[in-house]
């Protein structure tokens, strides 16, 4: 079973930056793309941003172009979140996936095989 390890989350003001990280724990997994997807409290999980880590190419939710980018590190095995300009707007659980194989759309859940337990980003006002 493939487990997936968020990091970098916390509390920032209004206008901050935070950089979220996610990496397999303990085994060589090479996901086909990475998603990342947020909740907030009495809302649905939304998409973020995704990421196909073999070509690097990136997907984003319209609320978050510009402000966030998606990256990763081939050889650290790792896919970051890069918040800037954050907003409260923006406060929520921060989800990490991974899809095993070939999927389309990624902007979806179901696209995704295997999810991290979350990590908080509160954005002060």
């Known amino acids: 079973q493939v487990q997936l390890v968020e990091s970098g989350g916390g509390l920032v003001q209004a206008g901050g930056s935070l950089r979220l990280s996610c990496a397999p724990s303990?085994?060589?997994?090479?996901?086909?793309?990475v998603g990342w997807f947020r909740q907030a409290p009495g809302k649905e999980r939304d998409f973020v941003a995704a990421?196909?880590?073999?070509?690097?190419?990136?997907y984003y939710a319209d609320s978050v172009t510009g402000r966030f980018t998606i990256s990763r590190d081939n050889a650290k095995n790792t896919v970051f979140l890069q918040m800037n300009s954050l907003e409260p707007e923006d406060t929520a659980v921060y989800y990490c996936?991974?899809?095993?194989?070939?999927?389309?759309?990624?902007?979806?859940?179901?696209?995704?095989?295997?999810w991290g337990q979350g990590t908080q980003v509160t954005v002060s006002s």
């Open positions: 996936a991974a899809a095993a194989r070939f999927t389309l759309p990624v902007r979806i859940i179901s696209a995704y095989d295997y």
């Open positions: 990421i196909i880590t073999g070509t690097g190419r990136t």
């Open positions: 303990g085994q060589t997994f090479r996901p086909y793309a």
